[in-house]
């Protein structure tokens, strides 16, 4: 009879209960339950092993596309995921969207970046890029060398020596570190003039880049020229031209004749559009006649290149990067960096339209070299509680960045006959004509205004202040971060093995894997033509190791600098 300690259905009868009614034990179903129990163990472990092995063989060997292939790779230069977040509630809260409508960077996320160089847990942009191009770890500032000052082959030279057609596509100089890390090999970054003469042709290996569009034009012309900024008299343009039979556009009007479709792009083509940095878009939407946007040099690029390959076997790599979302980050400017993510965002759809349309196979990926400002969306600007909000509309109000005000305000003392200009009418100066109609701001106070009047050395960062506070957007850095940063991809062949969590080097090689070129072989042929150990002849390592220790802000800054006690023509629009 059941009773509360006793099932309502009986089972088998207890051994103690057999034994008692003089049956046999039931030892052999024991026996027979241990060994089920043990082959179930070692079953559950042989998946969980064949599952791992799986993955791994997911995450390093993949079935690549059969013939002919594209690749596009983008980079978003300073751009972490708290970048995103910012820019995707500006862009809902300015065109009056739901909180589902997301950016179309949210739809192809795919994982996460690992950033850390080979001498620092926060990266520098060329230690990053050379982690994407040779997928090796290198130190900051290093271009395509390893420790030790040794060059490593990039995906972009061994894509070019198998017959891909290849080229580079930036808003900042085409000499900075993310586009020479493809196409150049040098000790530290700060080496242009020898990064535009190897990007031309004049390099270890000749020419191997087809198509190169951006800014960073006084990298190419002599000393002796008007916006010249090399240290020596070479003319690069006219070298590029004469011995390495480059075409060359340095205006808008000359580019709108191939972005307007009305002649095709002959190859190779270098574009030069602005002196230096082409302006943040914030700025550049207002000189639209002047200078190309990122969206229309990459939908340029993307249609010369494909026209260059259509009657070939071998496809295209192109490398597009959104580089002045560093800069933004570096200003700690959140109304200049939205708009750079905003521009950003629409390349990289230009890009997935162009996949989509065309006849040959093709993967888009995309992630950051590293993360810049530290940016946090809140800001706790008093002792109080802090607010939980921050306030979109102030960026909203912005029509210029920092940077395009603080350079107004330098030309403007500039005019004047001395810099003895009373403090009062330059903070007048700088409330009414700056600040009000710039910053969209109306009620700076007088310690902002006397701040920016008595040092406009510092105007950048008063300006950029002067939004992030009323914003309550924080930073913690006028510098990298060590964050992991975001990937993204169109997916297609391999690209599952960037899912998850990887580091900077997968990417690089994924890069190598989907187009199915030796960068190793192309290393050999770099060590034997650079002599390794030969080419440090009057090398000033001292100099250069001190030079490296400071981020490539410095350098942008003293660019300022010299822009500011010039006054060249044209560098202050």
Not at 347 to 359: Q, Y
Not at 404 to 430: C, G, P, Y
Request: net charge negative; aromatic share 8%.
């Amino acid at each position: 009879m059941a009773d509360a300690t006793t099932p309502l259905l009986p089972d088998r009868p207890r051994d103690s209960d057999a034994e008692e009614d003089g049956r046999p034990s039931s030892w052999p179903s024991r026996l027979r339950e241990a060994l089920l129990f043990t082959w179930a163990l070692l079953a559950t472990a042989g998946i969980l092993v064949l599952a791992v092995w799986v993955s791994h063989k997911q995450q390093t060997e993949f079935d690549k596309p059969a013939g002919k292939r594209n690749l596009i790779f983008m980079v978003s230069d300073g751009m972490g995921p708290a970048s995103l977040s910012l820019t995707r509630s500006f862009r809902q809260h300015v065109e009056g969207l739901e909180y589902g409508d997301t950016l179309t960077l949210d739809k192809h996320f795919w994982g996460t970046s690992r950033t850390r160089s080979s001498s620092s847990l926060v990266t520098d942009s060329a230690a990053g890029a050379t982690a994407f191009s040779c997928a090796q770890k290198s130190y900051n500032g290093a271009i395509s060398m390893l420790p030790g000052y040794t060059p490593c082959g990039t995906v972009l030279e061994a894509a070019k020596r198998a017959g891909y057609t290849t080229g580079l596509v930036v808003t900042t100089d085409i000499t900075d570190a993310t586009p020479a890390c493809f196409a150049s090999h040098v000790n530290y970054r700060m080496q242009q003039d020898e990064i535009a003469l190897q990007e031309i042709g004049q390099g270890p290996l000749g020419r191997v880049v087809d198509l190169m569009l951006g800014g960073g034009r006084c990298h190419f012309l002599p000393n002796t020229t008007d916006g010249g900024c090399r240290q020596d008299g070479v003319d690069a343009i006219e070298l590029a031209q004469k011995e390495y039979g480059w075409n060359y556009i340095g205006d808008r009007s000359a580019f709108d004749e191939f972005w307007e479709g009305k002649k095709e792009v002959p190859l190779p083509m270098l574009g030069l559009f602005a002196p230096t940095d082409i302006p943040f878009e914030i700025d550049r939407r207002n000189l639209n006649d002047v200078y190309p946007s990122l969206s229309e040099m990459a939908k340029t690029a993307l249609r010369a290149l494909e026209k260059a390959t259509e009657k070939s076997d071998k496809g295209f790599f192109l490398m597009i990067e959104g580089s002045r979302i560093d800069h933004a980050g570096h200003g700690n400017d959140p109304s200049a960096q939205v708009r750079e993510v905003l521009e950003y965002d629409k390349a990289f759809k230009a890009v997935l339209d162009f996949l989509d349309e065309s006849k040959t196979e093709g993967v888009l990926v995309a992630t950051s070299d590293h993360e810049t400002g530290g940016l946090a969306i809140a800001r706790q600007i008093n002792a109080n509680y802090p607010q939980y909000l921050w306030y979109p509309q102030v960026l909203a109000n912005a029509t210029a960045s920092s940077e395009h005000l603080a350079r107004r305000l330098w030309k403007h003392m500039a005019k004047s006959a001395s810099r003895d200009v009373a403090i009062e009418d330059l903070k007048t100066f700088v409330n009414e004509e700056l600040v009000i109609p710039g910053l969209g701001i109306s009620d700076a106070t007088d310690d902002e205004l006397a701040a920016v009047a008595l040092h406009p050395e510092l105007a950048q960062p008063a300006f950029a202040d002067m939004i992030s506070r009323r914003a309550q957007i924080g930073w913690s850095t006028h510098g990298h971060s060590a964050v992991d940063v975001n990937v993204y991809s169109s997916g297609g062949p391999g690209t599952e093995a960037l899912r998850g969590n990887v580091e900077n080097t997968d990417v690089g090689k994924f890069l190598r894997s989907y187009l199915a070129v030796d960068v190793d072989a192309v290393t050999r042929e770099l060590n034997e033509k650079m002599k390794t150990g030969t080419s440090q002849e009057g090398f000033n390592s001292d100099i250069f190791n001190e030079a490296a220790s400071q981020d490539h802000w410095v350098a942008h800054e003293a660019s300022e600098h010299y822009l500011r006690v010039s006054g060249l023509p044209g560098l202050l629009n």
